[in-house]
């Protein structure tokens, strides 16, 4: 016997139809012996047409509170719905929502992207296992949290999945399924390429990255709540059967649970530059200088390009043999005027899933620097990432300064 965490989100409940199919699956796996929690998210398009009605009839004047009382009815809904239609299959089910005793998502009182209040979410779980251990089916609203004034609070982008992932580690399931409008996540869009295949399985931080950059399949915010010893998976429900392959996601590794980390490159780097007039619309420039170096089995640490210059990092025991082929390289290509290298280096990088969301992130970390006259030599950021590149001599320095006004 296990517990089985399944999220439905608002296309799979989208219709009577898929609201019995997904009843159906549920009390299918409770019937071999498993425990299941089903969350469930809004009715398709619920939220939407809740946010349009506000717009038209209150405007910028509704209060964040008002809002979210009000962006919880479709959560409210779907329950109920979901809790009749698992009953009606023979199985007892209770639906759970923030005016339960029973209610397991504890927040602070930010009503629109409340933080989870980790210690009191645990202490309400065993009101959930106790219904687990009388052979109750919880339906459990998604997106919804509660503060300790029992006033509602919702969790912000992703809420939904947040909520799976959250009740699967505090309850220590064994596995959570998300079913989803896809049957798992693939390679890139089917939409834009007809050669998408479905990957078998996806790390955390890979799924995380994918999300940030545009997939949909996942909120990057519910895999904080992913405890790696837990199974995980994105189904279709289409099906009507949780135990389908999806996609399976592992993960994550003991790092990554971090909010942020920042590490500095074990080692100590040397920069090469290579210049030449408007590169950016040179072709094969790029191509040309890593190919040659991959040829020789260089590995590159490092790169950042600018309309005049290629900036390369390499392991300061090769940068020698790097110089002396880009200088090759330099002499053949018309489109290069120089090279020169550079001085020893360390790279720190620090990595948030959260820096997405949290404007300024790189002001923060640079103007330490600047106030402690340490010298960036280079800088390079994504959506989830920000790397320096800092004289060797203020290494250790950069690195204990990011980490404490991080913290």
């Not at 997939?215 to 010893?229: E, F, I, M």
């Not at 790169?303 to 290629?310: A, V």
């Not at 106030?371 to 280079?378: M, P």
Request: charge should be negative; charged fraction near 25%.
């Amino acid at each position: 016997m296990g517990i089985i965490v399944a999220k439905f989100g608002g296309t799979s409940v989208g219709t009577g139809e898929r609201i019995r199919k997904a009843a159906q699956s549920v009390v299918d796996e409770f019937m071999k012996g498993n425990q299941l929690v089903v969350v469930v998210s809004a009715i398709n398009k619920t939220t939407d047409e809740s946010i349009k009605l506000v717009k038209e009839s209150i405007g910028e004047q509704v209060t964040e509170k008002h809002l979210a009382n009000i962006l919880s009815m479709g959560e409210m809904q779907s329950v109920r719905i979901m809790a009749a239609a698992i009953e009606s299959l023979g199985v007892k089910s209770e639906y759970i929502d923030p005016y339960s005793e029973y209610w397991p998502v504890i927040t602070d009182s930010s009503y629109l992207n409340a933080n989870i209040n980790m210690e009191k979410t645990r202490g309400q779980i065993k009101y959930i296992k106790n219904l687990l251990d009388q052979g109750i089916i919880p339906v459990i609203c998604g997106f919804i949290g509660r503060d300790c004034t029992n006033t509602i609070t919702t969790l912000g982008r992703g809420g939904s999945d947040i909520s799976a992932f959250l009740l699967g580690d505090c309850l220590n399931a064994d596995e959570v399924i998300i079913v989803t409008d896809v049957n798992g996540v693939m390679s890139t869009d089917p939409r834009k390429v007809k050669s998408a295949k479905k990957l078998e399985n996806i790390t955390v931080e890979e799924m995380i990255d994918l999300a940030n950059y545009g997939a949909q399949v996942l909120h990057p915010n519910a895999l904080v709540y992913k405890d790696p010893d837990i199974k995980a998976k994105i189904i279709g429900f289409e099906h009507g059967n949780l135990t389908v392959n999806g996609t399976e996601i592992i993960g994550p590794s003991n790092s990554s649970r971090e909010l942020i980390t920042t590490t500095m490159y074990d080692g100590v780097l040397s920069v090469v530059a290579v210049v030449g007039e408007d590169l950016s619309s040179k072709k094969g420039v790029l191509s040309e200088v890593t190919s040659q170096l991959s040829k020789k089995n260089i590995n590159i640490c490092g790169l950042s390009t600018g309309e005049r210059s290629l900036t390369i990092f390499f392991k300061k025991e090769v940068a020698k043999e790097a110089h002396k082929l880009l200088h090759e390289i330099v002499l053949k290509n018309d489109n290069l005027s120089g090279v020169s290298l550079g001085p020893s280096i360390n790279m720190i990088t620090v990595v948030s899933h959260d820096f997405i969301d949290n404007p300024g992130i790189i002001s923060r970390i640079t103007k330490p620097l600047h106030d402690n006259k340490i010298n960036i030599v280079e800088i390079s950021s994504s959506q989830t990432e920000v790397i320096l590149y800092v004289d060797e001599n203020d290494g250790q320095k950069t690195y204990d300064l990011i980490r404490r006004i991080l913290k």
